[in-house]
């Protein structure tokens, strides 16, 4: 078993990592991202909240979204441990993460900070898309289909693009990003159990750097991550 985050800017990588993960070590990837958009399809209460914060590039408030996580780490599928993408965001939501984990006699194991450049980003995020159905991720020119116009995983022909991916939103989830969220890393990094990915290098690169990762934690040998 191992809980683990992906930190990082938007277009970082976390998602397309988490789904990889997901599949290797039968992990489960739990995104407040993909659950708000949820919420915002099923047109609930909290749905029309969401896609007006989401949409201006902003923070959803913190005890929303850690009740959307306890919620859902108290499902059976988490047994096996889970990858945290696009949570926690703020050092409250760290907080309340941690608080949550010992509640049920569970812990973090490691933190991995993917890094990017800003530069990079509003390009990366710009060109990006995603199979309606199963949501494996594309990007115009990056990563196309294998078959133009249908999904590698499930063959699906239908793909979505989010609403919060414009140049405009990107830039104002960049300053969430840089002003709420990176104030996470020394907390973490007081904890010893953060680490750091170049995020700059291609998926393949970035994927086995974290496995490099996971196997220290996860090795009988060293049981848990040397403290920096
Ligand atoms: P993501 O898919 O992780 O890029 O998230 C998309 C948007 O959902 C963000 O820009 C926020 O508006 C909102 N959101 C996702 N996760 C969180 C979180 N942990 N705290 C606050 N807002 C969030």
Not at 30 to 58: F, Y
Not at 70 to 88: C, K, M, S, V, Y
Not at 98 to 125: F, K, N, P, Q, T
Request: with cysteine.
């Amino acid at each position: 078993m191992i809980n683990l985050v992906l930190l990082g800017p938007p277009g970082a990588g976390k998602g397309t990592q988490a789904k990889r993960l997901e599949q290797k070590y039968g992990l489960v990837q739990l995104s407040t991202g993909d659950m708000l958009r949820a919420a915002v399809a099923s047109g609930s209460a909290l749905g029309q909240q969401a896609k007006k914060v989401m949409e201006a590039g902003q923070l959803m408030p913190d005890d929303i979204i850690v009740g959307m996580i306890a919620e859902r780490i108290d499902q059976p599928d988490t047994r096996n441990g889970i990858i945290l993408d696009g949570f926690p965001r703020t050092t409250a939501q760290a907080k309340a993460l941690d608080h949550m984990l010992a509640e049920r006699g569970l812990g973090l194991d490691l933190v991995i900070e993917i890094r990017v450049d800003d530069s990079a980003l509003v390009e990366r995020i710009s060109g990006r898309f995603a199979c309606a159905k199963c949501g494996a991720g594309y990007h115009d020119f990056n990563q196309r289909p294998k078959v133009e116009g249908q999904c590698d995983r499930c063959g699906v022909t239908e793909f979505v693009r989010r609403k919060d991916d414009n140049p405009a939103t990107v830039r104002a989830r960049l300053r969430a990003y840089h002003d709420q969220t990176a104030p996470i890393l020394p907390y973490y990094a007081d904890k010893g159990i953060l680490r750091t990915v170049d995020g700059m290098a291609d998926i393949e690169t970035v994927a086995s750097q974290i496995e490099t990762l996971i196997k220290e934690v996860t090795s009988p040998l060293t049981g848990g991550l040397p403290s920096l």
